[in-house]
């Protein structure tokens, strides 16, 4: 599954702060499908991510019943973001060979 949205960069305070980007409602829907093929446990979804040029790896949060994309602070760095700028970001997450029951 390749998803491609943008939104802004935010910063969560919460027990683990760091930098993220919501994901849209409609593709929220889209991984809500395939969560259950894809997920290694507590919601959080593994994916490829591309910001700009850059591309990491890294697991989608669920939270408030969607999905948010932590940015790592080198590819903040990497792409010249922060905090309030809007990112385009393009997700591909695939099936990692665990199906659970």
Do not use: N
């Amino acid at each position: 599954m390749e998803l491609e949205f943008t939104g802004e960069i935010y910063y969560w305070r919460g027990p683990a702060p760091h930098h993220f980007v919501a994901v849209p409602e409609p593709e929220c829907a889209a991984l809500e499908s395939a969560a259950a093929l894809v997920t290694y446990g507590w919601g959080m979804i593994p994916a490829t991510v591309h910001v700009g040029r850059t591309e990491f790896t890294t697991s989608l949060w669920p939270k408030d019943g969607g999905y948010i994309v932590p940015l790592k602070a080198a590819v903040r760095r990497s792409e010249g973001l922060e905090l309030g700028d809007t990112v385009t970001i393009r997700l591909t997450v695939a099936a990692q060979g665990r199906v659970r029951k």
